[in-house]
């Protein structure tokens, strides 16, 4: 997938999920933010959170293996760790008295027969590294 289409792809799946976390009450504090040379998907807060989110997107159907595994399959420990630096640099110039948390959300979009982009389903993991 050339990096135009993964990035376009990756897009879809972010927006997809603010969506989602508006509808949990959440609102956007940032997006795409470059901290400690590492990138922070979203930043969401809620009236007690504050939400970093690796997003994760997908051409799968949930349930159905793929070649390339889970969505969330992709943050392994070396990613885990980018996410972690950057939202501690993130916090060291943005301080807070909302809980930080860490959420890993997968995004599985299938394409459709006139070549549009469609939804199938967001699974979000809140706290998904533990705590820190």
Excluded: W
Excluded at 56 to 74: E, I, L, Q
Excluded at 85 to 108: C, F, G, H, M, W
Aim: proline fraction near 4%; aromatic fraction near 6%; charge should be positive.
């Amino acid at each position: 997938m050339s990096s135009t289409k993964k990035q376009l792809l990756g897009r879809i799946g972010e927006d997809a999920v603010t969506r989602r976390y508006a509808e949990m009450g959440f609102t956007v504090k940032d997006r795409n933010v470059h901290m400690s040379h590492n990138e922070i998907d979203l930043i969401l807060q809620s009236a007690t959170h504050l939400v970093f989110v690796e997003v994760k997107t997908r051409h799968a159907v949930p349930g159905v293996r793929s070649r390339f595994g889970r969505p969330a399959d992709a943050v392994n420990k070396a990613k885990r760790t980018r996410v972690v630096e950057a939202a501690k640099a993130y916090l060291r110039d943005n301080p807070t008295s909302l809980q930080p948390r860490i959420d890993v959300a997968e995004v599985y979009v299938n394409r459709c027969a006139d070549g549009s982009e469609r939804i199938t389903d967001i699974l979000i993991f809140p706290n998904a590294f533990g705590a820190r």
